[in-house]
């Protein structure tokens, strides 16, 4: 999975991911509030039901006493066996209302106050409950409070008794918000630790659902220039499909525009032989006839040109046909060419031109059995026009009593090197980038040629993924051109 820049995944990712953060932050931030208050209530809760308890514990022990004095002087009560005449509250149970009622000071009662000065006995829920005697420097109602006092800050509940007695708990105010805070956290916890899980889930999502638009653009990114069929893609979201037509609609019509063309250039060469082939019999015809010496060397000249046009005619056919993709490969041969084979028939069709200029071409390397049966994976005739086109060229440039050899190399990654090394002027640097382009011709050079055989050369090379390399024979003195095809093995 990969998210480039400009993606539509990364955007799409970026924008759910942003999202889903500051969502995650905000209810977070607002689950920590929401717990925290909550804890801080619960707190004071437990305060207060502390002090209710401490309440309850004092007034049953007062009643009990009261009771056993009653009972002493010949009342009966609870707990006496002569029956149960006391009043009810003084029973070890007691109602909450009547509690309230008969011996807690209501909160907005005037005495529900604990004055400064007045010294009043305070319960720790720490120190296994430990009761200290604290005096207030200023009043305080019925309720919770934060005070100072016994050497630390302290957070306490105060509540006032009937008698005017004040029962208080209390407890450490740093121990209170640590409380408080681990509370409010665990509220929070959940949603921070599965805010990366959504994320990661949500990104893997996203990366599935946008798999046939990755598969779309992977396929137009892998196609070859010359392969205009249409895409194949399934799978694609229905929002994307009128791309998908569109995009096969204008493949259609640049293969239709392209295949026009290429039938005009086909059609207006094969128009082109006829008259080229009918000068050429009328000047072997006229060439048989008397005439003077500078008549002759006119018509060797026109010779000349007849067999340069027909040549340049050829080439563009072939150029064409191989552009169209119209090579062995479309008429359904196999991808398999064997590298011995095709030399020697190049080296049997480029014979009598180069005995002509006493050139001598040899071929090495195929001495051993691996090298005899090496294959590349390339029609045979596509590779023959490749390898010929080289040879030719070499021969054409290579000077008198030259030399132009042909060799094979196996790599260790199990691809089939041709090399093709003569002893010619070569190519300069400057010039290496644009050999390969249609028409194009070093300057300088007094050779004839059309400037499309490594334009040919280099359209196979594409087409079946071969490389092509330009090196100086002899580099020392930066004469003689050594072209490597190097080709995937069969």
């Not at 207060?48 to 009643?63: A, T």
């Not at 006032?160 to 918000?177: I, K, P």
Request: aromatic share 6%; proline share 3%; glycine share 8%.
């Amino acid at each position: 999975m990969k998210l480039v820049r400009g993606s539509l995944l990364r955007r799409a990712a970026l924008w759910c991911v942003g999202t889903l953060a500051v969502f995650s932050l905000i209810t977070a931030a607002v689950s920590f509030a929401i717990g925290y208050q909550d804890a801080s209530e619960r707190q004071d809760d437990i305060l207060k039901e502390v002090v209710g308890m401490l309440s309850r514990d004092i007034v049953q022990q007062r009643q009990l006493d009261k009771i056993q004095e009653l009972t002493i002087g010949g009342f009966y009560g609870p707990g006496s066996e002569r029956g149960d005449k006391l009043p009810q509250y003084g029973a070890l149970t007691m109602d909450d209302d009547l509690f309230e009622d008969q011996f807690q000071l209501d909160d907005d009662s005037r005495e529900a106050v604990a004055k400064a000065g007045e010294s009043v006995l305070v319960r720790m829920l720490h120190k296994k409950g430990r009761a200290i005697t604290v005096t207030f420097d200023r009043p305080y109602d019925n309720g919770a409070h934060t005070a100072e006092f016994a050497g630390g800050t302290y957070r306490f509940y105060l509540r006032t008794l009937a008698d005017g007695t004040h029962v208080a708990a209390a407890q450490r105010l740093s121990e209170r918000n640590e409380e408080i805070l681990i509370r409010a956290l665990t509220s929070a916890a959940p949603i921070l630790i599965l805010t990366p899980v959504m994320l990661i889930v949500l990104v893997l999502a996203l990366w599935y659902g946008l798999k046939p638009v990755q598969n779309l653009v992977r396929e137009i990114e892998e196609r070859k220039a010359d392969d205009l069929g249409a895409l194949r893609a399934q799978g694609v979201p229905k929002e994307l499909e009128p791309v998908k037509t569109a995009v096969n609609d204008l493949l259609a019509r640049v293969a239709d525009l392209r295949g026009r063309e290429s039938r005009f250039v086909a059609d207006a060469a094969h128009e082109l032989r006829s008259p080229v082939t009918a000068l050429s019999l009328q000047v072997d015809r006229l060439s048989h006839m008397p005439m003077s010496d500078q008549a002759k060397l006119a018509i060797e000249d026109i010779r000349a040109g007849i067999a340069r046009l027909a040549n340049l005619i050829s080439q563009l056919l072939t150029l064409k046909r191989v552009q169209a993709g119209q090579d062995a490969a479309d008429d359904g041969q196999p991808q398999r060419a064997q590298c011995l084979k095709v030399v020697t028939s190049v080296v049997e069709d480029i014979f009598w031109e180069a005995d002509k200029k006493e050139i001598d071409v040899e071929v090495q390397g195929f001495e051993g059995e691996a090298a005899q049966s090496a294959a590349a994976a390339l029609p045979e005739s596509s590779l023959f026009c490749l390898v010929r086109n080289l040879v030719h060229n070499a021969v054409n440039y290579v000077p008198q009593k030259g030399a132009v050899t042909i060799s094979i190399d196996l790599a260790e990654s199990g691809r089939v090197r041709l090399i093709v090394a003569d002893t010619g002027p070569g190519i300069p640097e400057a010039d290496r980038a644009r050999v390969f382009d249609p028409f194009y011709r070093v300057l300088g050079t007094t050779q004839t040629g059309t400037g499309l055989g490594l334009a040919i050369c280099k359209t196979i090379a594409e087409r079946y993924g071969c490389r092509i390399a330009l090196e100086w024979t002899d580099k020392k003195a930066k004469t003689g051109l050594t072209v490597t095809v190097d080709m995937p093995a069969a």
